[in-house]
């Protein structure tokens, strides 16, 4: 009943903060020079003015229409009835328009690219975990061995290079851009060409050949954090008493690790897995330039160099959400781990 209640407060508690962080994003964005009607104005000016001809005339047009055009754009209206506006009536802002792609709605504009992240994001987080989790349980067993210290500088070399110099280098290496080395990989994109005329079978081979490298840089920042956080705390499990009691009643050390060490050591780490809601924007920005990836990363930088607060706030509203739901995610997951913990205290 106290998880119960905690729970539901947690939920609850969702709603005022989602609209904390969008209205707060909102409300910077009116002071934000460069915007839709700051262009507008710039591009009538630019006309205007070309040659030294009309220069006048074009200052009392712009001067005439800046009202007008405050109020296509809706900002004629008090902040808090704008906001009311993207929330309710656009739903979040997903069924306005970009400011950029005119045409097209923001969800639309996000749609095109968060499957891509989230393809990238996915597979990253997973192997993520399923390499470094018993990479870590193996270098806790052998704490001192050759394999261990080994294995431990290569792992802090990776986590030393920056994700995008980590591409860079293996675009050097591996995609032929030099010509005395390997051209194994693509040197860009999502997919080849020709990838709606292949069969099932090269399709996944193309699909992976573009995901290999980029996928690489993605674990890389998040690879020696939780392989090392695995380690330690199974570590430090194995140096309890409960385990000192298990040994000492007869039981092997295997049992004692494999049978109740690990469970309490994967508790750290379940913490982590409400990131797995976040990850369609995984997308990171410079492994994205890099690669030339089309996702959410490059589209929320796009989104902030073009002045598309549309485009900007619907990623912030999707981001926040599913941020806000992860947190509660991983508390359960804390829970279904570890009974036995009261988040009432």
Known sequence: MDHLQYFVKRILLIIPTFIGITFLCLLITQFVPGGPIEQQI??????????????????????????EMKKVYGFDKPITHQYWNWLYHGKMGMTS????????????????????????????????????????????????????????????????????????????????TIESF???????????????????????????????????????????VLTLLMKNSLLEEVGKDYI????????????????????NSLIPISTGLGGVFTLMFAGSVLIEKVFEIPGMGLLSLDAILSHDYMVFMGITALTSILGLV??????????????????QK
Request: proline share 3%.
């Open 182 to 224: 390997w051209d194994i990989f693509p040197v860009a994109g999502f997919q080849s060409q020709m990838y709606e005329q292949m069969g099932i079978g090269d399709k996944l081979l193309d699909r992976v050949k573009h995901m290999f490298l980029p996928i690489l840089c993605y674990m890389i920042g998040s690879f020696a």
């Open 42 to 67: 710039a591009k009538m000016r630019g006309i205007g003015g070309e040659g030294g001809k009309n220069t006048g005339a074009s200052q009392r047009m712009t001067e005439e229409r800046i009202e």
């Open 326 to 343: 992860g947190n509660v995610f991983s508390d359960f997951i804390y829970v279904i781990v570890d009974p036995r913990i009261n988040f």
């Open 97 to 176: 328009k970009s400011y950029k792609y005119k045409k097209d709605s923001v969800w639309k504009v996000i749609r095109e690219k968060f499957s891509i992240s989230l393809t990238f994001g996915l597979t990253g987080f997973f192997l993520s975990y399923l390499i470094c989790i018993p990479l870590g349980i193996s270098k806790a067993i052998r704490e001192g061995s050759v394999f261990d210290v080994s294995s431990s500088v290569i792992i802090f070399i990776g986590y030393a290079i920056p994700a995008f110099a980590f591409g860079m280098i293996l675009k050097m290496f591996f995609c032929g």
């Open 244 to 263: 000192r009691t298990v040994l000492a009643r007869g039981g092997s050390h295997r049992q004692a690790i494999w049978g109740h060490a690990l469970r």
